[in-house]
C-alpha cells in the first residue's frame, strides 16, 4: 500500500511564503513525475508544478516565478516552496505522484490535501 502525505500548509498573509512538503510511503520500488495540484472552493482542481524523476521542472504560467518545485529521491519526498503568496493561490494542495509499486506496475496517487489560506 502506497500513502502520499502532505504538510506544511495554513494561513499566511499575501506576499509571504510557505514551504509545502509530500512524503511517499510504503511499497515502493520508485518513483517518476511528482506532481502538485490546487483546488479552490467552487473551482476544479487545477495543475501547478511537475517534477520528473531526473530533475525536469515545468510551471503552470500563474505560479512561474514565484514558486519552486524540488525533490528528494532519497526520501520519497516532493516539495513546493511557495513565494510572493497571493489571495489566488488559496486552495487545498494536492501532492500526486506516479509510483512504481512492488508489482511492477505504474500507479498514480493522490495524497489529502493540505489547506493553504491567504489572509490579511
Known amino acids: 500500500q502506497v500513502q502520499l502525505v502532505e504538510s506544511g500548509g495554513g494561513l499566511v498573509q499575501p506576499g509571504g511564503s510557505l514551504n509545502l512538503a509530500c512524503i511517499a510511503s510504503?511499497?515502493?520500488?520508485?518513483?517518476?513525475?511528482m506532481s502538485w495540484y490546487r483546488q479552490a472552493p467552487g473551482k476544479q482542481r487545477e495543475w501547478v508544478a511537475s517534477?520528473?524523476?531526473?530533475?525536469?521542472?515545468i510551471y503552470a504560467g500563474s505560479v512561474k516565478g514565484r514558486f519552486t518545485i524540488s525533490r528528494d529521491n532519497l526520501k520519497n519526498t516532493v516539495y513546493l516552496r511557495m513565494n510572493s503568496i497571493q489571495f489566488g493561490d488559496a486552495a487545498v494542495y494536492y501532492c500526486?505522484?506516479?509510483?512504481?509499486?512492488?508489482?511492477?506496475?505504474?500507479?498514480?496517487?493522490w495524497g489529502q490535501g493540505t489547506q493553504v489560506t491567504v489572509s490579511l
Open positions: 500526486n505522484a506516479d509510483i512504481v509499486g512492488s508489482t511492477g506496475l505504474t500507479t498514480e496517487h
Open positions: 510504503g511499497s515502493i520500488v520508485s518513483i517518476g513525475d
Open positions: 517534477i520528473q524523476s531526473g530533475g525536469m521542472r
